[in-house]
């Protein structure tokens, strides 16, 4: 059974940094690519980041471009998010995801592309 945990979250001022963490327990099937998205009150659910699995190939949202860093530790079964001068519109419930399935470049940031989702880890910024 798959089963992702984030940690990491919390309260910061703007301009801050904050990197969250994406444990992967439940390693019984092969990723291919994870994720990071986000879901500010009242609004859906969008991308932020996304790493494939094998060739460490990254894409970004242009929101968080030159601000956020996504990387993997495949030892650890672990995913980041390094998230560096946020911003108050930064804050939301993040959510960590994989896939067994090879997205493409352009649905990597796509809810769809995803299968397995974490609880989530609540990240505020105050102005």
């Known amino acids: 059974q798959v089963q992702l945990v984030e940690s990491g979250g919390g309260s910061v001022q703007a301009g801050g940094s904050l990197r969250l963490s994406c444990a992967d327990s439940?390693?019984?099937?092969?990723?291919?690519?994870m994720g990071w998205f986000r879901q500010p009150p009242g609004k859906e659910r969008e991308g932020v980041a996304a790493i494939y699995i094998g060739g460490g190939g990254t894409v970004y949202a242009d929101s968080v471009k030159g601000r956020f860093t996504i990387s993997q530790d495949n030892a650890k079964n672990t995913m980041y998010l390094q998230m560096n001068k946020l911003k108050p519109e930064d804050t939301a419930m993040y959510y960590c995801?994989?896939?067994?399935?090879?997205?493409?470049?352009?649905?990597?940031?796509?809810?769809?592309?995803?299968?397995?989702w974490g609880q989530g880890t609540q990240v505020t910024v105050s102005s």
């Open positions: 995801a994989a896939d067994s399935r090879l997205s493409s470049w352009f649905d990597a940031l796509s809810v769809d592309s995803y299968n397995y």
């Open positions: 439940g390693y019984t099937y092969s990723r291919k690519i």
